[in-house]
């Protein structure tokens, strides 16, 4: 049989961040013919490289939930 599954599926952002919400953003994007996995230093809720509309959301609520 064969497995279907769209692209999106296996794509991730995770932001690990601690009490200074200091940590980074672990980003896995998978396409057919290949796949890339990067992070991004996140400095006090900051990051300096532009974030993808995946990674601000993921940003927004880890910091939103270690304030809860």
Same mark, same amino acid.
């Given at each position: 049989?064969?497995?279907?599954?769209?692209?999106?599926?296996?794509?991730?952002?995770? @932001?690990?961040?601690?009490? +200074?919400?200091?940590?980074?953003?672990?980003?896995?994007?998978? @396409?057919?013919?290949?796949?890339?996995?990067?992070?991004?230093?996140?400095?006090?809720?900051?990051?300096?490289?532009?974030?993808?509309?995946?990674? +601000?959301?993921?940003?927004?609520? @880890?910091?939103?939930?270690?304030?809860?």
């Amino acid at each position: 049989s064969d497995v279907c599954s769209s692209d999106l599926d296996l794509s991730f952002s995770i @932001a690990l961040l601690d009490g +200074n919400s200091t940590g980074f953003i672990l980003t896995s994007i998978y @396409a057919r013919e290949e796949s890339i996995t990067y992070a991004k230093p996140i400095d006090k809720g900051i990051s300096r490289y532009e974030l993808s509309e995946e990674e +601000n959301k993921v940003l927004d609520q @880890a910091i939103t939930s270690k304030k809860q």
